[in-house]
């Protein structure tokens, strides 16, 4: 993708309209305003100690500086918007790939809360089968073979080679099962 | 620095420092050779691995992946006119010509030792002047370093691909997700919305492979992948390279490993500017430069050389002054905090040894490259006709499988899935998240520096900066300065050669 020309036909009726960019540099403006005003919250006091701070550096400041620093970059943002020259991608994507993006979205979303129930092999099977299928892929017998291999492959890597944890069920049942057998 | 340098060859010499690396390299080809899979993406994904090893094992075997994919991404580009990696895009003006010509066997081995020239002579830079740089960063102190970090997140900034206050913004946005958890100088709570999680902080991995590698898969999604790539893989095809045709390729060779190794040392530019500019040198130095795009040998020799010279160099920063220059070196900066090496001054005199050791290692990796590429070149051009649609499962499963062995927390795959969206909604929109990433990284070690700066300072800063620290007054002063320099040389550069990411 070539890089966003700044400089060139800068007062085109198309860039002195607002855009993304300038809806972009008002949020964080606004984003910077919410910072500046729930510091003071968030933000836990310093112990005191003999009615003194052990420094006299306040814990608020640096995060002062960094809101400070959305609101100046915003207003910069803001005006910058009118001469940038930038294509929001997501106005030109088409629905399927709404819905690809979606679907695979709300797959990683599920996946997450599926692995910790069922366990890792089981749903990364779940998930290789169904992504794979979506995807287009129709050569069923190498996508179950995938599906099973491949997750029992990482489940040992992971788990006995780097000794981490992964959720384990079924498979260390089934093996604890037909080693005590 | 020699006792350092010594022991680290000691330290190097282990059979399963190789081995790892080996296993780094064939992935790292592998991926590479993956069209619309990029480097940043195997390194990401493959990062948690290198927690669970030894360092000398993990950070070695993710410099291999870093190497292979680079040099991997040079397989589609010549056969099949598909860059593997963006580094890979200035090889097919001439490596596809090559297939046609059916040269394409002397188009991937002038590939495969012009990379492993290129990198090799560009680590042996890299061993060169790391000791010199650090030796003058340990007399750095607090300020100098808060300078030289804020000079780091600019420049980053300047330098990253879109509008420059797009990238600053950004840098903000990094530095405010790195304020969530506990203050580093007096351990206080902030940011943490009442959220028990919250209270460690956001956990680098997810941010990491989030934003690098689930964004690449969203975007290959948005076509459903069943495509995949039938036409016939010649790799066999044509005669072998000759001397004289290598030797015919030398000075290109030779130039183009000059101009990487100069442009890896500077943040923020990368594979691909260089293998452009290294293309572009050899064309104009050529006595028939008409005959570049038509399939000339010397064409593929200088891109392939100068691509892969930026790896090493992009290491000098990392470690002497722990500023990471690129998307890579972020990933890479995170498995250093991993296993307990916290780039920066301190670390050459804290961990030398092992520092080089691993230096030493990046050499024997080149040496591993050529014989691992040579005989598997075949190979790996076969994987160019790989089914995506499968692939694509099976990176989403390693992802999530990374990120939560670590913390074994599934809240970090609910945080995983949400950097996706992220950084994939910042794609889209020409946010780019690397100066973010880095903020994140460097944000903590900022504010530290600057808060013991401030005490330094007690009350008056801007006397103390400008009257008893004259480097550090030197370093802001010049952060404009420099910062608008790289940000025009950036930006021609991206715009004459139409480059948006490196990886």
């Known amino acids: ?16 309209r607002l855009n993304f960019n300038s809806v972009f540099g008002g949020l964080f403006v606004a984003l910077s305003a919410v910072l500046l005003l729930i510091i003071p919250d968030q933000i836990e006091k310093p112990l005191i100690i003999f009615a003194a701070n052990q420094n006299d ?13 959305f609101g100046g970059l915003g207003i910069w943002l ?34 997450g809360p599926l692995m910790v129930s069922v366990g890792f092999v089981v749903a990364s099977a779940l998930l290789i089968g169904f992504l794979s299928t979506f995807f287009g892929n129709r050569n069923y017998l190498l996508t179950a073979a995938i599906a099973v291999a491949v997750p029992v492959t990482m489940f040992f890597v992971f788990t006995k080679l780097l000794a981490t944890y992964l959720p384990p069920f079924p498979i260390d049942t089934v093996l604890t099962r037909l080693y005590l057998l | 620095m020699w006792d350092s340098f010594i022991q680290g060859l000691e330290l190097a010499m282990r059979w399963d420092t190789f081995a790892m690396m080996s296993v780094g390299l064939i992935l790292g080809m592998f991926v590479g050779a993956l069209p619309g899979f990029t480097t940043v993406m195997a390194m990401a994904i ?15 075997f993710l410099l291999g992946v870093y190497k292979g994919g680079i040099y991997g991404g040079s397989i589609p580009a010549i056969l099949v006119s598909m860059p593997g990696t963006g580094a890979a895009v200035a090889t097919t003006f001439d490596g596809p010509a090559l297939t046609k010509k059916r040269k394409a066997r002397k188009a991937l081995e002038i590939a495969l030792y012009s990379s492993v020239f290129g990198d090799l002579s560009s ?3 890299t061993i ?3 000791g010199p740089i650090a030796l003058i960063a340990l007399m750095f102190g607090p300020p100098e370093l808060m300078a030289i970090l804020f000079l780091a997140l600019i420049v980053i900034s300047a330098t990253s691909s879109g509008v420059f206050v797009k990238g600053l913004l950004m840098m903000c946005l990094g530095l405010f997700l790195g304020l969530v958890g506990q203050d580093p100088i007096g351990a206080l709570s902030r940011f943490t919305f009442d959220i028990f999680a919250f209270r460690a902080g956001i956990p680098l991995l997810p941010m990491l492979i989030g934003v690098y590698a689930l964004p690449e898969i969203l975007i290959a999604v948005e076509n459903k992948t069943v495509g995949v790539i039938r036409q016939n893989i010649r790799a066999r095809e044509g005669g072998r390279l000759t001397f004289a045709e290598f030797r015919g390729c030398f000075r290109s060779i030779c130039r183009s490993t000059m101009i990487g190794t100069g442009i890896g040392m500077i943040p923020g530019l990368g594979q691909v500017v260089a293998a452009f500019m290294g293309y572009a040198a050899a064309k104009n130095a050529s006595k028939t430069p008409e005959e570049f795009g038509k399939g000339k040998l010397e064409g593929v020799a200088a ?15 990392l470690l002497t002054l722990g500023i990471p220059g690129d998307n890579i070196t972020v990933i890479l900066i995170g498995a250093f905090i991993a296993q307990g090496m916290r780039p920066g001054p301190q670390l050459m005199v804290e961990q030398g040894p092992l520092v080089f050791a691993i230096l030493v290692a990046m050499v024997f990796a080149n040496l591993l490259f050529l014989v691992i590429g040579y005989f598997a070149i075949p190979l790996f051009a076969l994987v160019v006709t790989i089914r995506r649609s499968i692939l694509l499962p099976l990176t989403v499963v390693f992802a999530f499988a990374g990120s939560y062995v670590t913390r074994s927390d599934p809240l970090d795959l609910v945080i995983l899935a949400l950097f996706g969206a992220f950084g994939y909604l910042a794609k889209k929109l020409s946010f780019d998240v690397t100066p973010m990433v880095m903020a994140f990284i460097l944000g903590k070690e900022l504010e530290y520096s600057f808060g013991q700066t401030m005490v330094l300072a007690q009350g008056n800063l801007l006397n ?6 004259p480097i550090t007054a030197v370093i802001l002063v010049a952060t404009p300065v420099l910062s608008f320099l790289l940000w025009r040389k950036s930006k021609r550069m991206r715009a004459e050669f139409a480059v948006d990411d490196v990886g």
């Open chain 1, 78 to 111: 803001f005006f910058k918007s009118f001469s940038i020259r930038e294509r929001n991608e997501l106005r030109g994507l088409r629905l399927p790939a709404i819905v690809n993006i979606s679907v695979t979205l709300l797959a990683m979303l599920l996946y």
């Open chain 2, 46 to 60: 493959l990062l948690p691995l290198s927690f669970f090893l030894d360092p000398l094992i993990g950070i070695p």
């Open chain 2, 123 to 125: 680590d042996i830079v």
């Open chain 2, 464 to 469: 103390y900066v400008f009257l008893e620290r």
């Open chain 1, 57 to 69: 550096l306040k814990p608020s400041l640096f995060p002062q500086l960094v809101a400070v620093g």
């Open chain 2, 303 to 317: 891109a392939e050389a100068a691509n892969n010279a930026v790896n090493g160099p992009t290491l000098v920063p």
């Open chain 1, 1 to 16: 993708m070539p890089p966003p020309d700044e400089t060139a036909d800068t007062g085109t009726e198309q860039a002195r």
């Open chain 2, 128 to 130: 060169l002047f790391i």
